[in-house]
């Protein structure tokens, strides 16, 4: 992917919590393509008490899968006024096609459901966890037969990416014969226990697992872009000028790694909600 930056030839790569590629449109005003601003997911953590704790993330499909990628701080905050923070719930916000809100995509789940079949994985020596959302089905209609449902299996209630579902995780197959043959569609199918819902009929933007990259590949030196729901700038209501519902980006540079951690150490503005999203490093070639 390259476009034109003050007349460079420069290409995005997302680094941070996981590193990966957006292709986008080419843009000569913007450091990035358009459409890499609706990859931040804002994440909100309910407790028990009411409490709410506020992060960001993305999107990630792999061999089919659909990831949300975060900090694992996001997914299990630390104790708030001195109390134990017990997550129950959690809420995803993402944007599909253009940041209105009527292209807003929520996506909201209880603890006690993930934790129940496994769809939350936290790393033992790094912040970085993962969640499980939904998998990808698809399905061969029937020639003369347009919109065919998909055949239905025990336990397993397809469903359109943009309304509720409740899979127990079980795929759901197209009828054996003839189906390469016949048009096919692919959607979203959420595992048990998520609503889904949007403002209108959207897809979620996902990245893919082989535009990550890899921490041998990160150059010292080369810009960054932080992406992220900074809600603590937002909340300050004296200067109402952020939107709590957009993502905010900050600029920084790669200020070196740690070998032996494995780690990579940004030098960028960043404030309590980035935790967890994603960051752009910026390539220039040809130098």
Request: some cysteine; aromatic content about 8%; overall charge neutral.
């Amino acid at each position: 992917m390259k476009y034109s930056l003050y007349d460079l030839s420069r290409r995005s790569v997302l680094i941070g919590t996981a590193s990966l590629l957006v292709n986008g449109t080419a843009n000569a005003r913007r450091a990035i393509p358009d459409d890499n601003l609706l990859y931040p997911v804002l994440i909100t953590v309910e407790s028990q008490t009411g409490a709410q704790s506020f992060g960001s993330g993305f999107y990630l499909s792999k061999d089919g899968i659909t990831y949300l990628v975060t900090a694992k701080h996001v997914l299990i905050p630390p104790p708030f006024n001195g109390q134990p923070f017990i997550p129950i719930t959690l809420k995803c916000m993402s944007y599909s096609s253009r940041i209105v809100q009527e292209d807003r995509i929520y996506d909201t789940a209880a603890y006690t459901n993930l934790n129940a079949q496994g769809l939350i994985k936290l790393s033992p020596d790094r912040d970085v966890a993962v969640v499980k959302l939904a998998y990808t089905v698809t399905t061969a209609q029937p020639t003369g037969e347009p919109n065919a449902a998909p055949t239905e299996q025990p336990g397993v209630n397809p469903q359109p990416t943009q309304q509720p579902s409740g899979p127990t995780g079980q795929a759901v197959h197209p009828p054996a014969n003839d189906s390469a043959a016949r048009p096919q569609s692919t959607y979203l199918q959420f595992y048990e226990g998520f609503i889904v819902s949007s403002e209108k009929s959207a897809n979620m933007r996902t990245a893919t697992v082989d535009l990550i990259k890899r921490y041998a590949d990160v150059l010292v030196g080369n810009d960054t872009i932080v992406y992220g729901y900074p809600r603590s700038l937002a909340l300050d209501v004296s200067t109402a000028q952020l939107d709590l519902l957009q993502p905010l980006l900050r600029r920084g540079l790669i200020a070196g790694v740690n070998d032996k951690n494995k780690t990579i150490i940004l030098d960028s503005a960043s404030y309590r909600g980035n935790s967890g999203g994603p960051v752009i490093e910026i390539e220039q070639d040809n130098l």
